[in-house]
């Protein structure tokens, strides 16, 4: 309802009143009041400066409607009431011109505004445009009955307004952009993080998409991967209603999709109306409003698409594909770890492999070559000792000599075989071989030896080693006086164990041996700890996964 009982040009404002106006409006901008309370006291204050009873400030959607952000108490029209901007509305003209604009008699005004403003007792009204960095933000309306005539300086005066509040919105754009930056700073820094420490894909993918939807005004967020075959695989993703979204189905990229549009051009892309679509290509079946999609590009290839989704009357934001960008950029830094790790470790495997068959090579041809004619050499040189005369003791004494020689050298060879690849590991497994080790070891061992049965060739061969080296360091370097020896399997991983009671201070920088055993140990997948204070003994750990392994 109109105000009633104030006669036409009664209570008109000096000019000293209205900068009181203005400085109580300037007041609220400077300390950063909260938007609201800003538009709802220029509302009232526009309405005394004017003597207009009803005052309204509207913001311009993206979708063509204007929302009420602002209104006077006894305005019809209240904080959220919507509508399109269409026909003859102050609103209306004020966007399409983006200039001041007045109507002086509604009556003249027909279809819904008209009777809309005839209905609230509105004779005439005026607004100015709100502009906020050079574009047209909103709209400060004022309208009253036929009683009380609009000033012929209303434009003027309802712009100095909305200067004020255009102060007051690029105020607080620019904290939110400050505290957007931060939080999206604070989520970048999260996932580099988990990419720097060498995080498994599927981990960086989940916290991704996890930083990325609540990062945004999403509902939806998904990284997917594009296969050969035009279909893109769901890796990971997050719901903000908690729902699913189920990895490792393969969705077509045909059809209207930003997944498909991606795919086609490998650059950012955006649908904001999915009517004949769902989930624009993201993976779940959720029905999606406004979707944008982004590349994930890996040393200069598509690699997949990073996917974000409302799923109410939201559209997403005009700057989400550069903040979209910034996360795939880590994502694809992250692949690419991946991969060269990958590749390293497969390269690594590769290496240890050719090394252990060689040694095997080396073993049996020293097994079933030198030593066996160092065996048959032995034999002929004894028998040529028992054939001496009793006559010639000391040609007998030095055939002797050359005999007991040759059997030291032959047990020299026959350790140094063992040494390089012990055939009792080839043939009766790991368990036998390291009773073999416990046997040789020149400090008393406790030996918990694996179950029974065979394991990966790879495998034994790994743990055998690092047994070996580990006893032998104990013997040449720690002066220990017992060494422990556990060889278990839990699940997929089997654990080698060996603590002796040192001096400890062993380093995984100095010294070969224990370096060697490390890369042998990562090329397989494993993991390789040691432990040794000085004065506390020495412990190393071993995890070797048995997963994929083949012999």
């Not at 005066?157 to 604070?186: K, P, S």
């Not at 890996?298 to 903040?323: K, N, Q």
Request: net charge negative.
């Amino acid at each position: 309802m109109a105000r009633q009982g104030i006669p036409p040009g009664a209570g008109e404002l000096g000019a000293v009143d209205a900068q009181s106006s203005l400085r109580r409006v300037a007041t609220l901008v400077a300390r950063g009041a909260a938007p609201a309370d800003v538009f709802s006291a220029v509302a009232e204050e526009v309405s005394k400066v004017l003597n207009l009873p009803l005052v309204e400030m509207c913001r311009y959607e993206s979708d063509g409607t204007a929302t009420v952000v602002g209104a006077t108490g006894d305005h019809p029209f209240q904080v959220g009431t919507r509508w399109t901007l269409d026909g003859a509305s102050l609103t209306a003209l004020v966007r399409r011109t983006e200039r001041p604009a007045r109507i002086d008699d509604y009556a003249e005004v027909t279809g819904p505004i008209g009777d809309a403003a005839r209905a609230s007792g509105v004779h005439s009204g005026v607004g100015a445009p709100v502009v906020v960095d050079g574009r047209v933000w909103g709209v400060v309306s004022a309208g009253g009955d036929s009683r009380v005539p609009l000033p012929i300086d209303a434009e003027v005066r309802l712009n100095e307004f909305t200067e004020l509040v255009a102060t007051a919105i690029a105020n607080t754009q620019a904290r939110e952009e400050l505290r957007r930056l931060a939080e999206e700073q604070a989520a970048l820094r999260r996932v580099a993080t988990l990419v720097a420490h060498g995080a498994p894909p599927p981990a960086i993918f989940a916290a991704v998409a996890k930083e990325i939807g609540e990062l945004l005004p999403a509902d939806l967020a998904v990284i997917g991967r594009y296969a050969g075959d035009g279909a893109v695989t769901a890796l990971a993703g997050w719901s903000r209603a908690g729902e699913p979204v189920h990895a490792g189905g393969a969705i077509g990229i045909g059809g209207r999709s930003v997944t498909a549009l991606v795919f086609e051009s490998g650059r950012p892309a955006r649908l904001d109306s999915h009517d004949d679509t769902t989930a624009a290509g993201a993976g779940s079946a959720h029905d999606v409003r406004s979707s944008v999609g982004a590349p994930v590009v890996v040393e200069g290839r598509l690699w997949g698409v990073m996917v974000v989704a409302s799923t109410d009357e939201r559209i997403l934001p005009t700057h989400t594909e550069e903040r979209l960008a910034d996360f795939t950029e880590l994502v694809a830094t992250a692949i690419a770890n991946a991969e060269a790790h990958a590749e390293l470790t497969a390269s690594r495997a590769r290496v240890v492999a050719t090394a252990d068959e060689t040694r095997r090579r080396i073993e049996r041809d020293l097994h079933d070559g030198t030593q066996q004619r160092l065996v048959s050499a032995t034999l002929q040189l004894r028998a040529a000792q028992a054939a001496v005369p009793p006559d010639l003791p000391e040609l007998a004494e030095d055939l002797n000599g050359v005999a007991t020689g040759l059997d030291g050298a032959l047990e020299e060879l026959r350790e140094f075989a063992r040494g390089i690849h012990p055939a009792i590991l080839a043939e009766g497994g790991l368990a036998p071989a390291l009773r073999a080790l416990v046997r040789r070891s020149a400090v008393p061992v406790q030996l918990e030896p694996p179950p029974g049965g065979r394991l990966p060739e790879r495998i034994e061969v790994a743990a055998y080693f690092v047994v070996s080296e580990a006893l032998a360091n104990a013997a040449k370097h720690a002066r220990s006086s017992r060494v422990t020896v556990a060889v278990a399997q839990a699940g997929d991983v089997l654990r080698v164990r060996v603590e002796d009671d040192g001096v400890g201070g062993a380093d995984l920088g100095r010294g070969s041996g224990i370096v060697g055993l490390k890369d042998r140990v990562e090329a397989l997948g494993g993991r390789l700890t040691l432990r040794s204070e000085p004065g506390a003994g020495t412990s190393i750990t071993v995890d070797l996964p048995l997963a994929g392994d083949s012999r």
